[in-house]
């Protein structure tokens, strides 16, 4: 998760001590773990997962930004979409720390949970969706997630499993994206409520509206503070950018997810836009991670958003 740039990388070390320095008594431990070699299963958890998400992907998206580079449009998955609320100046970082333990103090304690990334479509799956069950995310046209109590979606995996669908359970502890943590995200208000939100500076494309983030859902308090709630509406927003523009989408998440999923779209597949991730799509060690940031780099430079000679490291 990006442990290997710590530093390495200038800009994104600074970000990252100043992330954690946000996270106040916290902060020391959660940096120890994420620079650990071995990390802890803990990070599957609300308390680690989201801080470390969203610090990781702003220092990230901060990093390239120091390049020089100008984005067209930013959009984020989940979490990622704050981190690109935050770039587009929509809040502030430090704002957005500080929602980050409001966070993990009103989600811990949601009911136990999880979620499912199943190989089907939304209308393979909503006959299944009983109880707490819901979709969380339409990452891809039959990539679905389905989050819900953790019970029930292991009940869920047997009988998807039983009909011939491929489904993994995804590494979370809470049912985010789906009305399990409602609760959590309605006593969020009051801390979006605290924070100035202003119109964003850069065109983000919201998975949240599936649609273009406008001037009055970027500074609604509500809106921010649902959104954990509410299904993730990537593919669609993906679309909607993709025939927008013609885009090199560079993803400054932990790993390729996103760009994988990206590459199945038509406007990437016919090579009228491409994508590069900044990070290798799985964890291998301090020399892989600043290596995949080098060619990200490259890359950037080769199209004329970077000067050549610009380089990531300090």
Not at 16 to 34: I, K, S, V
Request: one cysteine or more; hydrophobic letters at 50%.
């Amino acid at each position: 998760m990006a442990a290997g740039l710590y530093g390495q990388v200038e800009v994104f070390t600074d970000t990252m001590d100043q992330a954690f320095e946000l996270l106040g008594g916290h902060g020391p431990t959660l940096r120890n773990d994420w620079l650990e070699e071995c990390p802890v299963d803990l990070f599957d958890d609300v308390a680690r997962a989201q801080p470390l998400l969203y610090a990781v992907e702003y220092a990230l998206g901060r990093t390239v930004l120091d390049w020089g580079v100008q984005p067209a449009a930013m959009l984020g998955h989940s979490v990622g979409e704050m981190v690109a609320a935050t770039l587009a100046g929509v809040l502030s970082f430090s704002s957005g720390m500080r929602l980050m333990v409001d966070r993990v103090e009103q989600y811990a304690a949601t009911p136990t949970g999880g979620m499912l990334a199943v190989a089907a479509s939304v209308d393979d799956l909503t006959v299944h969706l009983k109880g707490t069950l819901a979709i969380a995310a339409v990452n891809a046209d039959k990539q679905t997630v389905v989050a819900g109590e953790r019970a029930e979606l292991e009940a869920l995996a047997i009988t998807l499993r039983g009909e011939g669908f491929t489904c993994i359970a995804m590494r979370a502890n809470q049912a985010f994206h789906s009305p399990v943590v409602a609760g959590a995200a309605q006593r969020s208000v009051h801390a979006w409520s605290t924070v100035t939100l202003r119109p964003p500076d850069i065109r983000v494309y919201s998975a949240h509206l599936g649609a273009v983030l406008g001037p009055a859902p970027a500074t609604d308090p509500w809106f921010w503070a649902m959104q954990p709630a509410t299904p993730v509406l990537f593919w669609p927003t993906l679309d909607l950018l993709l025939r927008d523009e013609n885009v090199l989408l560079v993803e400054v998440g932990p790993g390729q997810g996103l760009i994988t999923l990206a590459r199945r779209h038509p406007a990437l597949q016919s090579g009228r836009s491409c994508a590069v991730g900044l990070l290798p799509a799985r964890a291998a060690g301090v020399d892989a991670e600043l290596a995949a940031m080098l060619v990200a780099a490259d890359q950037l430079a080769a199209e004329g958003h970077i000067h050549p000679k610009a380089s990531p490291a300090a």
